[in-house]
């Protein structure tokens, strides 16, 4: 799942959200959307933990979605034919719709917390 992007992240198994990262740190790009999705998450109060996610742990996670700039956050219903969740869930998850509403809203300006990420543009 990894790659220069989009990046995966997973929710569940005592943290709200984990890095697919392989164990060497510098063969995937740190990607802006993916730090911008942590720090919402830090903000919203979600646990954050960065480490190595095995195929496995994406089986057993609770949610999953990627994130890159033109997804924003994109949630993943299944890996490998298995499904995110124990299929059981619904795709979004509660965290993947929570940290996507609240990128749309800074995204389009509407969430003054974070304007300073924005900059704006004269559309004369």
Do not use: C
Not at 70 to 96: N, Y
């Amino acid at each position: 799942l990894a790659g220069t992007e989009p990046h995966a992240e997973e929710v569940g198994a005592g943290r709200a959200v984990g890095q697919q990262r392989p164990i060497e740190r510098q063969q995937l790009a740190e990607g802006i959307t993916r730090r911008s999705i942590l720090d919402i998450a830090m903000t919203e109060d979600l646990p954050v933990s960065e480490e190595p996610v095995t195929p496995d742990d994406l089986f057993d996670a609770a949610e999953a979605f990627l994130t890159g700039t033109s997804a924003g956050v994109w949630p993943i219903e299944s890996v490998d034919g298995h499904a995110i969740g124990g299929g059981g869930g619904t795709v979004p998850g509660p965290i993947s719709k929570q940290l996507q509403s609240r990128f749309e809203a800074i995204t389009a300006g509407a969430d003054p917390t974070f304007e300073h990420w924005l900059t704006y543009v004269d559309a004369s």
